[in-house]
């Protein structure tokens, strides 16, 4: 996701969060997706997969990671071009929160006991492309993402 796609989308979160506390909080664990269907960056309306949704902090907020999947399979509708997903705020970056969120988050879906994860980046995302790897990530494969999700070169990684 583009960087500016990605903090639009973290105010827009927020303002919902202020209008309404409790339909954040049933958002950020809905292992049932029954949260409500998201809206992509298009504009279109999409059912809301199963997830849950972790903020990184230390002592202020670095960034987010988000788990969300299909129950029975690891296959992800073309919206969404990976299982996990995260993101760092710029002046928390360098700082080793991603590499540790996406261990912590492994860590909480093993019982779903999932043969893989999918993890995507940017192809010159070099930073995300070594929080994978110190994680465990075999690149799957290079591919064009799709134009929803800001198109160009991508890396599929899993786990």
Known sequence: MPE?????????????TVKDIPAFIARLDD?????GDIKL????????LPGFYRWMW?????????FRWKKG????PP????HIGYGVFPWK???GYATEALRQMLIEIEPLNMPFVEVTTDIDNLASQQVILKNGGVLFEQFTKPEISGGGEGMRYRI
């Open 4 to 16: 500016e796609t990605f903090y639009k989308s973290e105010i827009e979160d927020l303002d919902k």
């Open 31 to 35: 292992p049932e997706g029954i949260a």
């Open 41 to 48: 960056p298009n504009g279109a309306f999409v059912p809301r």
């Open 58 to 66: 230390d002592g202020e907020v670095c960034g987010t990671i988000n």
């Open 73 to 76: 399979t690891t296959e992800l």
């Open 79 to 82: 919206h969404c071009l990976g």
């Open 93 to 95: 970056r360098g700082l």
